[in-house]
């Protein structure tokens, strides 16, 4: 069997940015497939809702929004809690932010979790709890309100699914950045991250799914070719 591959995060950035700047895909042509293959992984494990999005202020957040669009339009009950201010969002996140408040998806947003139990009804009927908290983009120890946020994510009872890593989840080493969710599933894009090859990642990612965002291969080919070189 071929080993698996494995991308740092460092790699992984790249190849979201050398796609749009290389190749010219649109950022949010792979947000697109990044959140519709999630969605293509929640109908494979019998998802019947309600789904509960679990929201940051970055792209991974920006995923959740687009994991919302394909549920909603399946007819599977979806709500969003976003712990952020829909007004700081940018970019592609913004874009499917808007999208999904315009079908009238419910949305609920709290930047600084002022209301926690607010957070913990919202979760208490979950089917699926998806983490669509942080991603890639995550850098240091977790800051409050994330951290808090973990936590409630953690102690509640729906299975939850992880977009691209566990939040809190240092995708190079494997080991947690002070508090991280603890996934039964994991959804991540282009490749498995170098850190889940360490076992004790396990514990927060549960089972792996790589999903393809439709990055040119010659992009993931090189980057490979130079681990082994
Ligand atoms: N090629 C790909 O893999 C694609 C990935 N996508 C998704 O994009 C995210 C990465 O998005 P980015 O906007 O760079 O960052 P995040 O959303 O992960 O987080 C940014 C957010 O987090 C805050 N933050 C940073 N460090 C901390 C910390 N220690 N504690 C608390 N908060 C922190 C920061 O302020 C920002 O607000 C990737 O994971 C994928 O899900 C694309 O959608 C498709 C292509
Ligand atoms: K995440």
Redesign the pocket.
Known sequence: MSPIKRLSRAE??S??QR?IEEFGLP?VA??E???RGVFELLLSLKVTGPVKICA????????GFVIARHLDNAGIPVQIFLL?DPEHLTG??AINYQVASRMGIPIQSDPVLSDPDALRTFLSDADWIVD?F??????????PP?TTAIQIVNQAAGNKLA???PSGLDCDTGLS?GDCIIAAQTAT??AEKKGFAIPESKQFTGAVHVVD?G?PRQIITELLQKQTS
């Open positions: 992984v950035r190849v979201d796609t950022g792979l947000m497939n990044a959140g940051g202020k970055g792209n991974n957040g920006g995923d952020a592609d996140a669509a942080l991603g890639t983009g995550v850098q240091g120890t977790i800051r994330f977009v691209d890593l950045l894009f282009v965002i990055a």
